[in-house]
């Protein structure tokens, strides 16, 4: 059985830095995209970013590249994702996801587990 476990989250002002990390088991981790993304209040889940299952390729919404970046280490069978200059929009629950595909996507129903999610709130 998959789980994935993120933490790392919490309160945070505007301008800060958080990193996030997901720890993976009941696979393959190193076969596999990852992604990782959040739900605001009273608004749909949306993506944030993606890494493919090497660490090569990674892909990121327009509104935090720049300031964040995703990374992942396959020998601790964990994803990160760094986050820096944070604003009060970045506000959410972030959730991080696995693929059954070695590529990234930045849909959210090609994703078949998923995390309990973290809460990431900024002040202003």
């Known amino acids: 059985q998959v789980q994935l476990v993120e933490s790392g989250g919490g309160l945070v002002q505007a301008g800060g830095s958080l990193r996030l990390s997901c720890a993976a088991s009941g696979r393959t981790f190193s076969r596999y995209a990852m992604g990782w993304f959040r739900q605001a209040p009273g608004k749909e889940r949306e993506f944030v970013t993606t890494?493919?299952?090497?660490?090569?390729?990674?892909d990121y919404t327009d509104s935090v590249k720049g300031r964040f970046t995703i990374s992942r280490d396959n020998a601790k069978n964990t994803l990160y994702l760094q986050m820096n200059s944070l604003k009060p929009e970045d506000t959410a629950v972030y959730y991080c996801a696995t693929r059954t595909y070695s590529s990234g996507s930045s849909s959210p129903h090609e994703y078949k587990y998923w995390g309990q999610g973290t809460q990431v709130t900024v002040s202003s």
């Open positions: 890494i493919n299952w090497s660490g090569s390729t990674t």
